[in-house]
DNA sequence: CTGGCATCTTGATATAAATCACAACTACTT
DNA sequence: AAGTAGTTGTGATTTATATCAAGATGCCAG
C-alpha cells in the first residue's frame, strides 16, 4: 500500500481507496534479464514499473531484438494490452532487478474507472508515453548519429553513464561500433571529456547546435 | 450532434449525453493546406479529425518539414497538449480539404470524466495512437526501404494509389528517388505490375515475405 | 493542340552507417 | 594472480540510401 502511494498516479487516492486497490494489486521482484511477458501472453493487469530498467522487444527472424520502448520508473507498461484486451505484442524483460505492481485490471476498471481524477492521470500517464514515443521518431528518423548521441547527451546530463554503451547504442539505434567513433567524434570537437568514470559534459551549448 | 454520434469515440452516449456535448462542440470545415494551429498555440480542446487528412510537423533550421504524424478521419489529434494543459508542440496543416470537431476541453473534464464507460473510449484512442506509433517505429527504424514499402502496400493494397508518390515517400521516410527504384525493383520481382493507373498487387504473399 | 509546370524516372556519385575482423581493455571467478 | 567472458575501440570494406543532375512523362490552362 505505501508502494501503490509513492506512485505519482495514485497520490491523491485516500486511504481507503488505497486500501481497496492495494486489495488486488501484488507486488513482484525480478532479477536482471528475467522475462515480465512474452509477445502473445494474455494481459490481464495492468503493470507499473517501480525500480529497474524494463526493456519491450521483438525480435525478428534473423533473431534481432528490436527494442520497442525502453522503461524506466515509474512507469505504466504495455497499458495497450488490458485496454483492448489483446495479448502482448510484444515481449518484456528486466535489464537489471527490477519491481513491478500488478493491478487487476477487471477490478480496476470496476471499482476506480468512474473516479474523473484517476481517470484524468491514467490519461496524462498515456500521453507522456504518446510524447516519448514521438519523440524516438523525432530523434531517430530525422537525426543522424552524431545529433541523436548529441541530443541524448544533452538530455540525460546527470544520468549519461548509468546505461553500458551497448545499451545505449540500442536506445539510439546505432552499432556499438558506430557509437563508440561518435562518442571519440565529440571528444576530439572538445564537446565531451573521457575519465575514469567515463564521458562528461565539457560544451553543452555546442552539443545543442549539433541537433537543433 | 449527428457528427459527434458517428464518431465511435461517442456512439455509447444517449442523446441527453450527445446534445450537452454539441454543446460546447464546434464543426470547422478547412481547405486543402491551411494550418489548424501552429506550434506554440495554446491548447484548449480536443480536436476529432472527421474528413481530410492531416499531418503534424516540425520544421527544422533549414525549412525541411519533418512529419511527425499523418492523421486520416477519425482520429484524435495532439490530445497530449491539452491534457497537460502546455503549448502544441508541433503544427498542423490539412493536406486534402478537412473537418474537425473542437471540444471544449474544460466543458469535457467537468461533463465527462466521470462517465466510465466514456473514459474506456478515452483510453482506447489513446491506445490506439501509441500503437500506431509503436508501428511507425517499427517501420521506419527496423526496416529498410525495400520491406517499407512492401509493408505499406500490403496494408493499404485498397488505397494503393490514393496518394502521390512523393506523398508516400514522405511518409515512408525515404526520397522520392528511392521509391521509384523501389517501386521497379518490386516489379521485377513480380510482386508488382503498373497500368495506367498506377501500381498493383500482383503477389501479396511474395511482398509478406520482404517484411516479416 | 501546345506550352509549361508538376511529377516521376534514371543514372552517376557521395556519404553515413553497418558489417566484419580482431585487438585492447575491464571485471569477475576460481 | 591468471584466465575467461563481457565490453569497448579501431581499421578495412561493403552496403543502402541520399544527393546531384538530366531527361521523360503526364496534365492542366489558354
Do not use: C, W
Not at 548521441?149 to 556499438?176: C, G, R, S, W
Not at 561500433?177 to 565539457?202: A, Q
Amino acid at each position: 500500500m505505501r508502494d501503490l502511494k509513492q506512485f505519482y498516479f495514485f497520490e491523491n487516492l485516500d486511504d481507503e481507496q488505497l486500501a481497496l486497490l492495494s486489495s488486488f494489486s501484488n507486488k513482484k521482484h525480478f532479477e536482471k534479464g528475467s522475462i515480465l511477458f512474452y509477445e502473445k501472453d494474455e494481459a490481464k493487469s495492468l503493470i507499473l514499473l517501480i525500480e529497474g530498467v524494463l526493456k519491450v522487444y521483438k525480435t525478428d527472424q534473423k533473431n534481432n531484438e528490436i527494442i520497442m520502448h525502453r522503461f524506466m520508473p515509474i512507469s505504466l507498461v504495455a497499458e495497450m494490452a488490458v485496454l483492448e484486451g489483446i495479448l502482448y505484442p510484444a515481449s518484456a524483460a528486466f535489464e537489471s532487478a527490477g519491481v513491478v505492481i500488478e493491478i487487476d485490471f477487471e477490478r480496476f476498471k470496476k471499482e476506480f474507472l468512474h473516479n474523473p481524477q484517476m481517470a484524468l492521470l491514467f490519461f496524462k500517464s498515456l500521453s507522456k508515453k504518446i510524447k516519448y514515443l514521438e519523440d524516438v521518431i523525432a530523434l531517430n528518423i530525422v537525426l543522424d548519429s552524431t545529433a541523436r548521441l548529441a541530443k541524448y547527451i544533452f538530455d540525460k546530463e546527470d544520468a549519461l553513464n548509468t546505461l553500458k554503451q551497448y545499451q545505449v547504442a540500442e536506445h539510439l539505434h546505432m552499432t556499438p561500433e558506430t557509437l563508440s567513433r561518435t562518442f571519440k567524434k565529440l571528444v576530439i570537437l572538445e564537446l565531451l571529456e573521457k575519465d575514469s568514470n567515463g564521458y562528461k559534459i565539457k560544451n553543452k551549448e555546442g552539443l545543442r547546435v549539433l541537433f537543433e
